[in-house]
């Protein structure tokens, strides 16, 4: 077992190996010793040093060539596949890349497929009982004021729970600094709008949540996507170095669990994030939707927690714990605030008071913490399920690259397979995986799929035990 902040000793040897590469021990286009050889000169096994080789491989830093071995990229080649990368697509565009999938979702719904491409919780993991039992209490005690509109910041006893939920993760807040919202994705639409203007440019970290793209385009902003590797101080520069070539005027950032790699930031790089907001004059737009289920044992540290200056525009919402039926979200906009509750009263001049309520009382109450720990169990085995199925030679070839816990798993597919392919034909099986391509307007990822962990484990065993028939084998390429 990794001892409590030791990192994984996959990740050791593959920060060891990235040092060797960057100082020049290891020149580029250099063979990486053979796994055998590796395996003996850092003593672990072949499964860890596997993992470490694919998670160089991911963010560009070495590639393998077929019965040949890994190579160190050429620094031209890993730049150019790596580089900042401007969005000028037309809308339909755009909207028809997230469109195509909806339809494809929604047939595989009216068949009963298995939906590992959704983050919406699987119904048999949702605290049906805890939430009935106390909306039958609210509306006992109160139901006028449950009728009554909310036409201030929020629920102010839902805004009071927040404050003290936010604590345990190290965030000294109260009541005034949060605005509730119509969900995450309100919260975020309205944080965009608070913090920047028509035609400004914000940096995004690619892959990322993909309803994100379509949302900045509608709002007429330009999108820079920075890549993500496996040497994280190589992209803050990469970032840097685009805030100054592209004026950038803000970034959306998710560093705890993210959609869809689900590799956090360390605090070092979220202190380095903040520098360059003082720097540079940005709001940090934080989308922290998946921070709250993680099956480390401390709660995730977002970035709003390192915020001295008001800088962080902090968004999230229950929907991956409670389900996404609750339509509640909130931001703590910190300076943006009066700008925060101006663009939300545009679409939600009142917020509705019963499910504030409702999550207020949850928050409240001890069974809440007892259904995240029965949901953290649930995605633990997920995990091990997921990772035992790889070892089987489930999509054989395949690596796990995100090892922080949480409710996504992306999934490193073998050099010339196309996760669309893999999409495709997973659909004619009638189970869901997202295409890594989805996450990004640039054509990237096609090497990688993402699945959803938040799915009841007997029904996540079986969707594997689908993709995982030998007969008709799920194709490599598309034809």
């Known amino acids: 077992m990794t001892p409590e902040g030791a990192l994984p000793k996959y990740l050791a040897v593959a920060e060891t190996l990235q040092k060797l590469i960057l100082e020049g021990d290891i020149e580029p286009g250099a063979r990486l010793p053979s796994v055998r050889s590796a395996m003996r000169r850092f003593g672990v096994s072949k499964n860890t040093l596997i993992a470490a080789y694919a998670h160089l491989e991911m963010g560009g830093a070495i590639s393998v060539k077929d019965r040949s071995g890994y190579y160190v990229a050429r620094e031209r080649d890993n730049e150019s596949a790596r580089a900042p990368y401007i969005i000028d697509h037309p809308l339909s565009l755009v909207e028809q890349k997230g469109q195509d999938i909806l339809n494809d979702l929604a047939t595989l719904r009216s068949r009963q497929g298995y939906d590992l491409l959704s983050p919406m919780l699987d119904p048999k993991l949702l605290p049906q009982g805890m939430v009935s039992r106390t909306a039958r209490k609210i509306l006992a005690e109160d139901l006028r004021a449950c009728l009554t509109p909310d036409f201030g910041p929020g629920y102010r006893p839902l805004r009071r729970a927040l404050a003290g939920y936010y604590r345990a993760r190290e965030i000294s807040a109260d009541d005034r600094d949060f605005v509730t919202t119509l969900g995450c994705t309100h919260a975020l639409v309205s944080a965009v709008e608070a913090s920047t203007a028509p035609g400004d440019t914000i940096a995004i970290r690619t892959p990322t949540f993909y309803p994100l793209l379509r949302i900045i385009h509608s709002l007429n902003r330009k999108i820079i996507e920075i890549p993500s590797t496996a040497n994280r101080a190589r992209d803050l520069e990469r970032l840097e170095e685009a805030i100054e070539r592209f004026n950038v005027r803000a970034c959306f950032?998710?560093?705890s669990l993210p959609d869809p790699y689900g590799a956090s930031l360390s605090d070092v790089d979220k202190r380095h994030l903040l520098d360059l907001a003082e720097r540079f004059d940005l709001a940090m737009i934080e989308d922290d939707v998946f921070g709250h289920v993680s099956v480390r044992n401390k709660m995730m540290r977002p970035l709003k927690a390192f915020d001295q200056t008001g800088r962080v525009l902090h968004c999230s919402s229950f929907s991956k714990t409670l389900g996404s039926g609750l339509r509640v979200g909130w931001c703590m906009p910190g300076r943006y605030a009066k700008a925060m509750q101006n663009v939300r009263s545009i679409v939600?001049?009142?917020?509705?008071v019963f499910e504030q309520a409702l999550i207020a009382r949850l928050l409240e109450s001890a069974s809440f913490g007892t259904h995240v720990g029965e949901l953290k169990l649930n995605v633990r085995q997920n995990i091990q399920t997921l990772q035992n199925a790889l070892g089987d030679g489930l999509l054989a070839g395949s690596h796990l690259t995100s090892k922080d816990g949480g409710?996504?798993?992306?999934?490193?597919?073998?050099?010339?397979?196309?996760a669309t392919a893999i999409y495709k034909a997973a659909l004619e099986r009638n189970v869901a995986v997202a295409p890594g391509g989805m996450y990004s307007l640039a054509d990237r990822f096609d090497d990688h799929i993402r699945l959803f962990l938040g799915i009841e484990t007997h029904?996540?065993?079986?969707?594997?035990?689908?993709?995982?028939?030998?007969?008709?084998?799920?194709?490599?390429?598309?034809?």
């Open 253 to 255: 950032v998710s560093v």
């Open 348 to 352: 939600a001049p009142a917020m509705p």
């Open 407 to 418: 409710l996504l798993a992306w999934v490193r597919l073998p050099a010339g397979t196309s």
């Open 459 to 479: 029904n996540f065993r079986r969707a594997l035990s689908i993709l995982a028939r030998p007969t008709g084998r799920l194709p490599s390429q598309l034809p």
